[in-house]
């Protein structure tokens, strides 16, 4: 059984003990209110006997309870529906490249061709449509090797692939780069965007936190930073 497996049958219980506790809680406390309903009833005064309304506001109050600990039942089953189903879902990006929030652009070697560089993708999370995008690549020192500029943006998620050369067409050193953009409207105003790096999915894993994404020696981001999934 995998972990997603076991996690999710574990929540799946919780959630079942949870839901027979609370129905368990709410039939005692009914039970109670009743007989000291009954109770009142057979002790109360012939005088001055309970009126219809007062009785009425009681057997109220009962349904009241009752009504809200079902509704409470009902929530916590649907919530457990859509719990497995995200990590079903979840599951089926094994082994899929992500892009979440993140500056970092990895350079390599070529396998085949020692001359060529391969670099990870990264991303551009566009909030609102750029007349121009200036996007920087910056060496471990800050010092910027790349600038790539472009033009009518709409808002959207893009991924981008870098050939691992400077402006000046020179292959650069393998290693860690940092990706950072600047996107400005018609009138130059700035537009909100942000930086995506990648990130494979190794495995997934379900915590108090909500469904994890282990992208290895990335670290773990949660499923809601997923702003693109590239096969």
Do not use: C, H
């Amino acid at each position: 059984m995998t972990t997603i497996d076991q996690t999710t049958s574990s929540t799946a219980m919780g959630l079942a003990q949870t839901g027979a506790n609370s129905a368990s809680s709410a039939q005692s406390l009914q039970d109670q209110f009743l007989t000291l309903l009954v109770t009142q009833m057979q002790n109360q005064d012939p005088l001055n006997p309970m009126q219809n309304a007062e009785l009425t506001s009681q057997l109220a109050q009962i349904s009241t309870v009752e009504g809200i600990t079902n509704l409470k039942n009902t929530m916590l089953a649907i919530s457990g529906q859509i719990d497995v189903s995200q990590s079903m879902n979840a599951v089926a990006m094994i082994g899929k490249g992500v892009l979440i929030p993140g500056s970092t652009v990895k350079l390599g070697v070529d396998a085949e061709n020692q001359a060529e560089r391969v670099a990870t993708p990264y991303g551009l999370d566009l909030q609102k449509d750029a007349a121009k995008v200036q996007i920087r690549i910056s060496d471990s020192t800050g010092a910027v090797v790349r600038t790539i500029e472009l033009t009518d943006q709409k808002t959207g998620v893009y991924s981008f692939e870098w050939d691992g050369k400077n402006d000046a067409g020179v292959a650069l050193e393998p290693g860690a780069y940092t990706v950072s953009a600047l996107a400005t409207d018609a009138d130059g105003a700035k537009v909100s965007s942000e930086v995506l790096s990648y990130g494979l999915v190794k495995s997934v894993s379900y915590s108090t936190e909500g469904l994890r994404l282990d992208l290895g020696l990335e670290g773990q981001t949660s499923m809601l930073d997923v702003r693109k999934v590239i096969g």
